[in-house]
């Protein structure tokens, strides 16, 4: 499991009312299980457990073990590489606390603080009368750039002991997306993961992390697979010195003398969650009517009435100056337009979002290759999307599997099964679908999210330009198409939830952009 997936997914357990110390008590309960069984099968006397704690929830899950350890009649030594003000993280200093109020000691516990580099040298572990295993609980998921000078040490400390060591979630100093060691790692003889194996430690294999052991910590599947609040640290964090321009570039390519109002909204949804320039191509007899719309839109004109090929080279210089393009929003069924959208499909070299009429008019093959893509069908658009590269069986199979029984309740009963039978079909693009329905489904290869958020006044006409506007917004600000994917239809259903809160079901798609922001920054759970 990718770190930030993990990451999501402990926020997301929040969000399902299972708070973090919760899965905190649970990890560290796991560990103590764990060391216990080693030190039976490892060692004929009991044994003494040192624990290496750093300042994020990693040292958390140290402080924790420590308390279970003793219960189980072990003796147990902390050395903390911060003080309780340095502690990052509200639930390993919660526990860090709990330690340090068991004064007078009557169990067998001694905390050390580290306070500099220059105290490490004054331990000598190898002298210990004892038989010993060290615990890694330095740095788990939470690791940044090269390891600072005083964990360095403390990593280096430990590869030099000769206990058996033991690496909690991941041993400190490995990256636990890439399994790569820039600098040094702890040498760990196993390492407890929590939940599921990171990438990284499956990917740096056993000669480096030694055996690997998985702890179940109580995280619910839903967790994983329903979008909460938890995903939207997917988002990447504006830089404070940005300019004009590097919060991302979008181009909508719609519009047409009937639907002009379409690629406006998404235009304002793209607005809303944090494109910084906006380009709308349109029809002539569409750019009026949309130009009055916002001043914030920047219109420029197709040659005639409908888009066609007459647009291609303008449509692809301005293409090559965004960061994602958008077709399809209220652009109609023209023959002439199917052609351009075609050539564009297969030219555009940016991040794209088919919606609406682009996904009847675009041919699958063209696209299926691309991986910057995010295609936005309701079940009979995606039916028709997929339907000369996929059986009428596989297709009713994918629909009976989706399908919702009276009480809400997905047919999910196998679930890996079922998983597998849903994306026999959508592994055959590698782009990403928000197949939108009142769950919204969201596939990407191996992949699976659904999104809970939204409200029957969703079926008011123009959600779905809102929803491709933020998924193209998403994809010019760097997320990848499943990121992108998996977070505009929560902040659209979300914001639609705020809308309806306002309005009753009186309200429209251009009422539930406004709220878009908001929930984009966090403001509102
Ligand atoms: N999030 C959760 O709900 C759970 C998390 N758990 C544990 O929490 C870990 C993740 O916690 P965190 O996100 O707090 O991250 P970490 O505990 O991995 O570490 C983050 C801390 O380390 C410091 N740090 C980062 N890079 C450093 C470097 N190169 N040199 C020195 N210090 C550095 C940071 O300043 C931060 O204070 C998991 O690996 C797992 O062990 C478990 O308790 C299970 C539940
Ligand atoms: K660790």
Redesign the pocket.
Known sequence: MDPIDM?TT?YN?EYLGLS?LC??EN?GKSISDEIAALSTFKFSKPIKIIIFT????????GFVAARHLLNRGFEVQVYCLNTLDEI??D??LANLEILMSLEPRVSRLSVDFIKDSYDLDKLDLNDSNSEFIVLDCL??????????RK?RKTVELINEINGLKVA???PSGLDPLTGEISDIAVDADYTIS?HKIKTGVKLAGEEKVGGMITCD?GIPLEAEIFVEGGDLLRLKNRNNDSHKGNNGKVLIVGGSKDYHGAPAISAKAAIATGADLTYIYTPKSAALAIKSLSEDFIVKEAKNDYLSLDDLEDILELASKVDAVLLGPGSSQNEETAKLFNVLAMKIDKPLVLDADALKLVDLSLISKKEDLIITPHLAEFKSFFRNIISNEDLSNFERTIKLDDKDNLDFRKVNDKIDSLQRVTKKIKGSIILKGKYDFIFNGNKLKINRTGNPGMTVGGTGDALAGICLSLLSQELNSFDAALLAPYLNGKAGDLAYEAQGYGFGAQDLTQYLGAVMSGLID
């Open positions: 990451m402990d357990c973090r899965l905190m990890a750093g300042s994020g929830g990693n040292g958390g899950d990052k993280s639930d390993a740095l788990g998921t939470g690791i940044k750039g090269n390891l600072r964990l909690v979630d991941v929590f910590i």
